[in-house]
């Protein structure tokens, strides 16, 4: 599925092995964050916010490679809202922090959408086995270590219409707070993923550092659902901006 975005295409990558933790919040925990003219999306009466895990992979940007910054791992924490266009309602993400392990990745990011990158050094580990998929995420903030790993079955499973697992992985469009009357909007585009189910979770954050003293109670608990998301080919389009009067 595609976000129908007229805009060309900033960067493609490919996004490998999501490992997705997801967590019901209460809105007024999410609403200081909520861009100009978008909403919180709900799913069943409850909102969610993500801690996502995650293999970038072939990164381009405007179509050329760039040295030393084509793979890394990304892990960030964002919440689901969506956007009334003259064409129907779009539903994206949007985020509170996002931490890559490039300097230069974080700089681009932020000059560019606005975005809530952060430098810190990352680990991944994945074995992809006949019998068992096992992923591991782990990044360092202020000297202490944070992690979501997870194992999972082999082969995986397409989204059941409906579920949460749809819900989280099939947002297609990005927005961001680009002043206080000014919203940036950006197009994903990606076909639907299929998933792994998760058979064992295990995280630690530093929950108060990371994001907050809000997100303590909702985080350092077991999470709702959780799924690894087998990604693929992405392309993120260039920004537009919703002005808001």
Known sequence: MKSGSPKSAFLTARWKYLLMANYAVDPSVLKPYVPQATELDYFQGKTYVSIVGFRFLDTKLLGIPVPFHRNFTEVNLRFYVRYRSQQGWRRGTSFISEIVPKPAIAWVANLVYREHYTYAPTQYWIDHQKDELSVEYTWKKGGTRNFIMATAQPTTKPLAPNSIE??????????????????????????AWSYFPVTDFEAHYHTKALYGSAFVPYLERKPDSVFIADGSNVVVRQGGKIKVK
């Open 166 to 191: 749809e819900f989280i992985a099939q947002h297609y469009w990005g927005y961001n707070a680009y002043s206080k009357k000014t919203t940036l909007e950006y197009g994903v585009e990606h076909p």
